[in-house]
């Protein structure tokens, strides 16, 4: 096959993958369609306890009744996820006003969760996903990392909105917004 040739096929698979919203990048996973019920989850993390951060299982279910913003991340302390964390954090109150958790979720382990919650003064949980299990269900894995993805989950677990590829300045407020446009509908 000649380099024309070549091209022209890459840019047709491209297209391809770009009239399938509901495929993420490669190996990314198959990512969640809005409207239907959020993929079930139960991980491992830290989580907030009366004496600071405490290991716990967590899944969808503990989350039902109130508005969940999952957000998947690639690495802990890293710049971009430590700015996006800190957001949330800024947040939280507000987050909790408008009855809605917030939960993190990388290939991290759980002792680098608890390092990153306590140098940060993160209050919310942070799952671990190291296989990259549950972020293939979300459509957020391109190993060995969760990519930068953000899924709200309404008090019933359906999936509300997506945001993809989300740039970690302001991010926690663009939710915020939506979330708020969203409770007024309802």
């Known amino acids: ?38 993929p079930d989850f139960m991980l491992s993390g830290v989580v907030p306890g009366d004496d600071g951060a405490i290991e716990a299982e967590r899944s969808l279910r503990d ?19 430590t700015i996006e964390a800190k957001g949330f954090q800024r947040d939280l109150q507000r987050f909790h ?36 299990q549950i972020s293939k269900r979300y459509g957020s894995w391109i190993p060995p990392f969760s990519q930068r993805h953000t899924f709200l989950i309404d008090p019933e677990g359906v999936l509300k909105e997506t945001w993809l590829a989300v740039r970690p300045l302001g991010h926690s407020r663009e939710i915020l917004e939506r979330l708020e446009q969203l409770q007024a509908k309802s």
């Not at 096929?9 to 190996?27: C, E, I, K, T, V």
């Not at 990153?116 to 671990?128: K, R, V």
């Open 97 to 132: 006003a408008l009855n809605a958790e917030v939960v993190g979720i990388s290939a991290d382990d759980t002792d680098s969760h608890k390092e990153f919650c306590g140098s940060e003064a993160l209050t919310y949980p942070l799952l671990s996903d190291p296989g990259g």
């Open 63 to 81: 989350f039902q009744g109130q508005w969940l913003v999952l957000y998947f991340y690639p690495r802990d302390f890293t710049e971009g996820c």
């Open 1 to 38: 096959m000649n380099r024309r040739d070549l091209l022209l096929s890459f840019g047709a698979a491209a297209l391809g993958l770009l009239g399938r919203p509901q495929q993420a990048f490669s190996m990314g996973g198959t990512l969640p369609d809005l409207g239907e019920p959020a």
